[in-house]
DNA sequence: TTGAAAGCGCTAACAA
DNA sequence: TTGTTAGCGCTTTCAA
C-alpha cells in the first residue's frame, strides 16, 4: 500500500493538518517543520491522493474536453490549445472521443457529471447540438465548432459563412463558375459552411450545387466521381473539411483529371498535406489556437460569473491561396 | 449541490447501504426495495461520485496511456484501439500526451502515480526509456513504441529492424543502390530502424547513408536538402516516420526532382495522405490496431499476475508499394 | 435481505 | 503556529 498523510505526519512527528498545510502552502507552517515534513515525504515516498483531495474540496479541478473524432487534426489542435490554456490554469483536461455518436455523446456527459468537473467544453453533433439543454447538466458547457442554430449557449466557432464566402469568392475570382461543394451532414459546422456557399454563389449570381454526405472521405468521394462524369461538369469543387477534401481529391485523380488545370478544388482545414499535394490545395485555415484559448477563456469566466449572458464567439478564417485554384481563366 | 447516496436512501426509506447494494449489483436487493430506490434516484438526479467512491474503494478503475505526440496519427490510432479495450475492460483511460519532453513524461507519470492508476501504457522518450526503472512507481507500465534497449519491462511494438529490411529489400530489387535515410533521433524506434537499414544494407553490400534528426519536417527537409545538393546524389531516400517523410518529400519538391522518376521515396507509417500524394507513396504500414490492443492485453495479465516474466512483443509490419518506388529500374 | 457503523485520505473549522 | 476533530460520499464488514 502508498503511504498516506498520516504516515508523513507520523514520521515527521507532527499532525495531519500541519502536513496539509505544508503541502498546499495555505497556511503558514515553520521552517523547522516544513523541514522534517519534507525529509518525511522523502522517506515515506507520499504522494496525494488525488480522489481524496477531490472528494474533500469538492473541487475536481478539471474540466471535460468532448470532441467528435480526435483523429481530425483540427481537434489534435484544439485540443492542444485547450489543454495548455487550463494547465496554466491549473485545471486538468479528461480528453473525450465520441466517434460523432449521440449515444457516446450522452454516455460522456454523464460520465463528466460523475466526476463533477467543474465545467466542459464540447463539440456536438447536430442532432445533440439542437436538443442540449444547459440545465440538464451541473457544469457550464462551451460549444466549440458546433454551434447550432439555438442561441443561449457559450460557444466559440470559426465564422463559417464569411469563410465559404471567402472560398468562393476567390473561386469566382479565379474565373470558376460552375462551382459544386459537398458538405458534411453531422456537424452544424458542415451546415452553416453550406448556407454560406448558397448565399455566396447567389450573390454572384451563380446557381448552388451541393450535396451532405457522412464524415467519411468515401462519401465524398462517391458524391463527386457522380458530378465528374456528367458533361457539364462544375469547373471547381469545396469540401467542408479536411476528411471531405481528400475523397474529393481521390475522385478527380481517379476521373483522370488534373487539379488546376482540369477543375479547380479548395476546402476547409490547413493539414500539413494539403501543402504537399500538388499543386498545393487552396484551403480556408481556421485560427485553432484561438479557438481552443476562447473556450477556456470563456469557460474561466462563466465559472466566475454564471450569471453572465450567454456569448457567442465567432472567428474569421484565412483563405490560403495555392495551386489548386490557379486555373488559368479556363472557364468563361 | 448535487445530492448523493443519502437523499436516495431518504427518498426511497432505506439505508444507505441498501442504496450502494442496489447499485452494484453486488448483493440481493428485495425487487420492491429496488424499485423504490430507482424511483429515488430519478426523483433526486442522484449521479454516484467516482472521486468517493474510487477513494473508498480503493480502486482508480483507471489506466493511463502516455504518448509523445497525439498528432501523430501512429499514436491517435492507438489511442483508439487502447480506449476500446480499456472500455471493454470497464476502465477509463487518462491520455497524455507529453510532446517528447522528458520533463512532461516525468510530470505525467507523477499524476498517475497521484491519481492511483492501475496501470500505464507508455510510448517514453529515449532517455526516459533509458532510465525507467519499474521499481520506482507503483504501478505496472507496458511500453509502446519505444521499447528501448533494456529489457524486463512488458512492451509492445513494431518489429523495426524487420520493416527497415522490408524496405531497403523492395528498393533493392527496383534498382536502387544509393539509399540514404532520415531518423527520428528522439525515441528508440528511430534507433530501430536506422539499425535494420543498416543492416540490411550491410547484407546487400550497400553502404549505408543516413542522419539522425529531430522531430519535426524542417529537420528532415534540412537534411535530405544537403544530400539532393550532391553530385553522386542518393537515388532513393527513406523516412523513419510521417513526419519526416513530409519534410523529405518536400526537400524532393523544392530540388526541382520528380518521385519516382528521379528518385525513389518510402518510409513508415501508412497515413492517409502518403496514398493522395503522387505517385502515391511507399510505407511501413504499422498494425496500429494490434499494438493497442496488444498493450492493454499485456497490462490486463500483468495486473492480474504480476510475478509473470517480462514480455516483448514484436509485430510485423506490411509494406505497401506504390508508386513512389516503381523507378523503372533507372540506376544500375 | 437489510441496517448500523467504520473508515478510505484528505481539508478546514475550531481550539489551544 | 500547531493539534484535534468532523466529515466529504461511498463501500463493506458485522449484526440482526
Known amino acids: 500500500m502508498s503511504s498516506s498523510i498520516k504516515d508523513v505526519a507520523r514520521v515527521a512527528g507532527v499532525s495531519v493538518a500541519t502536513v496539509s498545510r505544508a503541502l498546499s502552502g495555505a497556511a503558514a507552517v515553520s521552517p523547522a517543520l516544513t523541514e522534517r515534513i519534507q525529509q518525511a515525504i522523502r522517506e515515506t515516498g507520499y504522494r496525494p491522493n488525488l480522489s481524496a483531495r477531490r472528494l474533500r474540496s469538492q473541487d475536481s479541478g478539471t474540466i471535460g474536453l468532448i470532441v467528435a473524432d480526435i483523429r481530425n487534426p483540427f481537434f489534435t489542435a484544439v485540443s492542444r490549445a485547450v489543454e495548455d490554456a487550463a494547465y496554466s490554469a491549473g485545471l486538468r483536461v479528461i480528453l473525450c472521443n465520441t ?4 449515444d457516446k455523446e450522452a454516455m460522456y456527459l454523464n460520465l463528466m457529471e460523475e466526476e463533477r468537473v467543474t465545467g466542459v467544453i464540447f463539440a456536438p453533433t447536430r442532432q445533440t447540438a439542437d436538443q442540449l439543454n444547459a440545465q440538464d447538466w451541473s457544469f457550464p458547457i462551451v460549444l466549440i465548432d458546433r454551434v447550432g442554430a439555438r442561441g443561449g449557449q457559450d460557444a466559440v466557432a470559426l465564422d ?9 469568392e476567390h473561386l469566382h475570382a479565379q474565373g470558376c463558375r460552375r462551382i459544386a461543394g459537398v458538405f458534411g451532414n453531422a456537424s452544424s459546422s458542415g451546415v452553416e459552411r453550406h448556407d454560406g456557399y448558397v448565399a455566396a ?22 458524391a463527386v466521381a457522380h458530378w465528374l462524369r456528367e458533361t457539364a461538369r462544375p469547373d471547381a469543387l469545396i469540401a467542408s473539411n479536411g476528411l471531405l477534401l481528400m475523397g474529393l481529391v481521390r475522385a478527380v485523380r481517379h476521373a483522370g483529371l488534373q487539379i488546376a488545370r482540369d477543375i479547380a478544388v479548395a476546402g476547409f482545414d490547413n493539414e500539413s498535406w494539403t501543402e504537399i499535394v500538388e499543386p498545393g490545395l487552396t484551403v480556408i485555415e481556421q485560427p485553432v489556437d484561438d479557438i481552443g484559448r476562447n473556450a477556456m477563456q470563456l469557460l474561466s469566466e462563466r465559472l466566475k460569473n454564471p450569471d453572465l449572458p450567454a456569448r457567442k464567439l465567432l472567428l474569421s478564417g484565412r483563405c490560403i491561396e495555392r495551386g489548386s485554384t490557379r486555373c488559368g481563366g479556363a472557364a468563361v
Open 99 to 102: 466517434d460523432e455518436n449521440p
Open 201 to 222: 454563389m447567389f450573390r454572384l449570381g451563380l446557381p448552388p450545387r451541393s450535396t451532405f454526405v457522412p464524415p467519411q472521405a468515401l462519401a465524398a468521394e462517391e
Open 160 to 168: 463559417n459563412a464569411a469563410a465559404s464566402a471567402l472560398l468562393v
